[in-house]
């Protein structure tokens, strides 16, 4: 019979059964009422909670490598429109506008990269 919850703290003596502390709830136990939890806690029998299954399952590493017949990764694309040169993705913080080229919103375009001539 277990004695969590009871009102006294001596409902008999038993001899060599001495009494703990549960270190979750407080209350006054009976040793041989009492288990070591896998925190290292001594708690009764009542609250006792085993480890999770999940803590115990080491990740394995991934291989993210392709496998197989892959294409290699396509060059970057200039589009020209109207005689205007834009590059996709290029642009100066808070003043991109969409369907301008650099050489529009006054930045000087180098010239052994694009071709001046079409500006």
Same mark, same amino acid.
């Given at each position: 019979?277990?004695?969590?919850?009871? /009102?006294t703290?001596?409902p008999?003596?038993?001899?060599?059964?001495?009494? &703990?502390?549960?270190?979750r709830?407080?209350?006054?136990?009976?040793?041989?009422?009492?288990?070591?939890e896998?925190?290292?806690?001594i708690?009764? /029998?009542? &609250?006792?909670?085993?480890?999770?299954?999940?803590?115990?399952?080491r990740?394995?590493p991934?291989n993210?490598?392709?496998v197989?017949?892959?294409?290699?990764?396509?060059?970057?694309?200039?589009?020209?429109?109207?005689?205007?040169?834009?590059?996709?993705?290029?642009?100066?913080?808070?003043?991109?506008v969409?369907?301008?080229?650099?050489?529009?919103?006054?930045?000087?375009?180098?010239?052994?990269?694009?071709?001046?001539?079409?500006?």
């Amino acid at each position: 019979m277990a004695s969590f919850g009871k /009102k006294t703290r001596n409902p008999g003596w038993k001899p060599g059964d001495h009494w &703990v502390q549960c270190q979750r709830t407080g209350m006054i136990i009976r040793s041989s009422d009492a288990r070591l939890e896998w925190t290292g806690l001594i708690v009764a /029998k009542e &609250v006792w909670e085993p480890r999770h299954p999940q803590d115990l399952l080491r990740g394995r590493p991934d291989n993210f490598a392709a496998v197989g017949i892959v294409n290699p990764e396509a060059a970057d694309v200039f589009i020209e429109s109207g005689g205007r040169v834009a590059v996709a993705g290029l642009a100066v913080t808070g003043e991109a506008v969409a369907g301008t080229s650099l050489a529009d919103l006054g930045y000087a375009v180098p010239s052994g990269t694009f071709n001046a001539n079409t500006l």
